[in-house]
């Protein structure tokens, strides 16, 4: 069992950043992933990272603007965005799960975090 807990959402004006933050208890072999819905939007895929940190996947919406990354010794994982826009804006949720499956799908994952809302002003 993972508890998941996001924090670091806020107002931005387009162009700015923002750090979010999920905090894990429990064991840290998880792959984790951010995922991110917007009203009346499905949720939708952002970026996940394996288990080490070496392996990075990314929305063709956000690459190049989004960086995931994680500190184990801490159960953390980040999600730094850059450059953001207006169509960023959505509730942002991470997520964990062990096993097999892919990364891309909600339903592969087992653990979810309430989310923390990201507001991207024009």
């Known amino acids: 069992q993972v508890q998941l807990v996001e924090s670091g959402g806020g107002l931005v004006q387009a162009g700015g950043s923002l750090r979010l933050s999920c905090a894990a208890s429990?064991?840290?072999?998880?792959?984790m992933g951010w995922f991110r819905q917007a009203p009346g939007k499905e949720r939708e895929f952002v970026a996940a990272?394996?288990?080490?940190?070496?392996?990075?996947y990314y929305a063709d919406s956000v690459k190049g603007r989004f960086t995931i990354s994680r500190d184990n010794a801490k159960n953390t994982v980040y999600l730094q965005m850059n450059s953001l826009k207006p169509e960023d804006t959505a509730v942002y949720c991470c997520?964990?799960?062990?096993?097999?499956?892919?990364?891309?799908?909600?339903?592969?994952?087992?653990?979810w975090g309430q989310g923390t809302q990201v507001t991207v002003s024009s």
């Open positions: 429990g064991r840290n072999n998880y792959v």
């Open positions: 997520a964990a799960y062990i096993g097999g499956g892919s990364i891309y799908y909600t339903s592969t994952y087992s653990y």
């Open positions: 990272i394996n288990w080490s940190g070496e392996t990075t």
